[in-house]
């Protein structure tokens, strides 16, 4: 609930700023408390579908609302675009988060499923909510596709920010945990290794190479690690001010016949 994701906030913003680097993890805990919209932990109005329809903008006794991932936005200041006659008017009254990156403003395109979407799309709808966030007041949640009757998020928003958080992960994953260089020769076998380029990351390290296993696929890659100082990724077995780097990461295995400290590691035939 709620005060959850506050206390998460909370403690993250005090002790987890190595969990990839400063800037990455803001922006990833930005990522989390826009869809939530906890953060300033009060709770939500909770609107319906038939109670958002009544403020189209077509009734002079009542605002203009708009809702987009389920998130209501008062947009009476914007009357003049979203009230009848306006340019956005389609999307008053309603939630149509699709039609925002997809450009289908028929009936059909106005919805708020956003099945099928992209990255990319994901981060267009991220980016129109931040616009929300700035220029209108937000009012509330609608329940249904992204909010229980409760105003907590739904396991189909779950699935959106799962969505985003993995990408992003991914991404950082590699900064932490560069690919290695690689050759393989089917007479003699193969080898790997790390310089400050490897994988593409450009750094101010070389690393060794490592076996790098996924948790959830079990199978695993060659990573080079960085093996002195602090780690660079967040470990609660790790201790932030030794000397190892990221060699206590428990998902890391050392290459048979390699000799720990090595750059390099031959490859034996299978």
Known sequence: DFYQVCFFSFICSKSCYNIYNIQHFRQLISIIATIYKYKHCVPLNHLQNEQLSLFDGSRPSKGVYLAILGRVYNVENGRK???????????AGRDATRA???GDF?????????????????????????FYEKSYELI?????????????PTEQLQVVNKALRWKD?????????????????????????????????H????????????????????????????PLSLSFSANEKGNRGDLDN????????????????????E
């Open 81 to 91: 675009h979203y009230a009848p006659g306006g340019g956005y008017h389609f999307f």
């Open 100 to 102: 925002f990156v997809s």
């Open 106 to 130: 028929s009936e059909a395109g106005l919805v708020d499923d956003v099945t099928g979407f992209e990255y990319q799309d994901l981060l267009a709808v991220l980016d129109w909510i931040n």
């Open 140 to 152: 509330g949640v609608l329940r249904g596709r992204y909010y229980d009757k409760n105003g907590r």
């Open 169 to 201: 992960l991914q991404a950082k994953e590699t900064e932490i945990f560069p690919p290695c260089n690689s050759e393989w020769h089917s007479n003699v076998g193969g080898r790997v290794w790390c310089s400050s380029k490897s994988g593409g990351v």
């Open 203 to 230: 750094r101010d390290w070389i690393g060794v190479p490592r076996k790098l296993f996924s948790s959830s696929t079990k199978s695993y890659r060659c990573a080079c690690v960085k093996n002195f100082g602090p």
């Open 250 to 269: 428990p998902n890391l295995r050392e290459y048979p016949g390699c000799k720990p400290t090595s750059n390099s590691c031959k490859l034996e035939k």
